[in-house]
């Protein structure tokens, strides 16, 4: 039996996939999302080589966070100068960048490394139902 490793994938062998974001628990739409950017749901993947297609994800507003991590999850920012930490709780960041929770949840779900940054390249959030990629015929993808 012989193993085959991917080469350096052709734009042409991605797909574009359409998750619906609603009423789903944040972690667990990150884990299928970020399995969905790295290829892992296709018979060529290869941990070295970025096979993954393209994900839209709409709806991202109305994702849903499990026990009271509404108010208690905090996100921290740290501009670089001393005592300019700041925090701020899921609900605020609902409220000002709702994309923002499900793009954070997504890479710490990636791979540490120079090739994680282009698989969130091909990662598209809208908080809303619309979105501009319908001239790339996006499948929905059941999650």
């Given amino acids: 039996m012989k193993t085959t490793l991917a080469k350096n994938v052709k734009a042409t062998d991605r797909a574009w996939l359409l998750v619906d974001a609603k009423d789903q628990v944040v972690g667990r739409l990150a884990v299928k ?13 290869t941990p070295h080589v970025d096979t993954g297609d393209y994900v839209v994800v709409i709806n991202a507003d109305k994702v849903r966070f499990s026990g009271n991590k509404e108010d208690a999850k905090e996100y921290m920012f740290y501009t670089g100068w001393v005592g300019t930490a700041y925090r701020r709780n899921a609900a605020h960041m609902r409220a000002s960048k ?46």
Wanted: aromatic letters at 6%; proline letters at 7%.
């Fill in 98 to 143: 709702p994309e923002f929770i499900l793009r954070h949840a997504v890479k710490g779900m990636l791979p540490k490394n120079r090739l994680a940054n282009d698989m969130l390249t091909k990662l598209r959030i809208f908080p809303g139902a619309e979105h501009g990629h319908a001239a790339q015929n996006p499948v929905a993808y059941k999650v």
């Fill in 33 to 45: 999302i970020a399995n969905l950017l790295r290829g892992r749901h296709k018979v060529t993947y």
